[in-house]
């Protein structure tokens, strides 16, 4: 079955920012991960039950974190960005 994505604020003002061909692959990654969640790794500690979807762009590595919520069918998209700081500023961001 497929789940219905809900993105987060911080996701949203990231993606904005970003090239329009890249919007277009982050929206296939994320359609991707829709119609199979365990696509990505899932965390321990401090990000448990997060889990973390790496793909390619031009060279560039991107990470896209979300949580699988099985009951609703939905997933949760928390961040999109490079891997330098992503965990800190992912971690941080889930406190608040």
Do not use: W
């Not at 973390?52 to 099985?70: D, I, R, S």
């Not at 949760?76 to 971690?91: P, Q, S, T, V, W």
Request: charged content about 30%.
């Amino acid at each position: 079955m497929v789940y219905t994505p809900k993105t987060s604020s911080k996701f949203n003002r990231t993606k904005k920012k970003l090239p329009g061909n890249l919007r277009n692959v982050i929206d296939d990654q994320v359609r991707l991960i829709c119609e199979d969640p365990s696509l990505g790794v899932l965390k321990s500690g401090d990000l448990a039950d997060v889990r973390v979807h790496k793909f390619g762009f031009l060279g560039t590595l991107y990470l896209l974190a979300y949580e699988v919520n099985e009951d609703a069918k939905l997933i949760y998209i928390y961040a999109i960005g490079g891997h330098e700081n992503f965990y800190r500023d992912l971690k941080e961001y889930l406190k608040a």
